[in-house]
């Protein structure tokens, strides 16, 4: 699954083709009964700005509305002056030079088009974006603290608090932060919040400077967890913990995701 960095890159890589004025529009039967939920915007209007809260892609039209697209597992954005319609091509926008095209195997995706009042509504059911400069120490200590019988790992993976994580970036937090990811969020010691926050910005920072071809022909055909190619991973799909270099890494299911720790670093 696309998660905050896979979908940052689809974010810049799509601004390049800004602004984009759709002059005619295709999609499937599929796209109306699983992904879209309202109308599609109309031809003539010109997308002016791509926006990303967590894993949501904000299309900013000119006249104030917003196309919201969440990718789910498998969806993607492609562009180009031509684009190979494939039969999992369920949203086509040309303009006179270029076409945009929603492609998603899978139909796990959602899109929304909203006027800016309902954007907004729909875009504040998340929590703060992990790569937020926002993000600070007290949001992040009180999210945490709100929940004590959580899991900690499990916490993480709520975007209602934390926008943009998914299962590789909640396990990589939790491995440079060196907590557990069974540990409660109840039992997350003061000093160890800011060990968290360091770690939100170890984990995020290279992945997105990696440009997300870390994770080319892993994310789209598989079930989200085998987008091996990402280096810096410490634990996650990793057989020794990358921290210590010495200790097997274990694996274990929690709450149905892999989950993965060194036994050593991680208290
Ligand atoms: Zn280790």
Redesign the pocket.
Known sequence: MPELPEVETIRLQLSEYLPFKIETLAFTPELAKNILHTDLPKPGLSITQINRKGKMLDFVFDDGSHLLSHLGMTGTWLVGEVIKSGKHTHLTLKSSTHTLAYDDPRRFGHMYFYDAHEADRKLRELGMDLADPELSLEYLTEAIKKYPNRDLKVHLLDQKHFAGSGNYIANEICARAGIRPTRKCGRVKREEFSKILMAIKEVLEPALAAGGTTFQGGYRDTSGERGLGVQHLVVFYQKI?Q??KV?PVKKIILAQRGTYY?P??QK
């Open positions: 913990c921290l210590c200790t060194c050593k670093c």
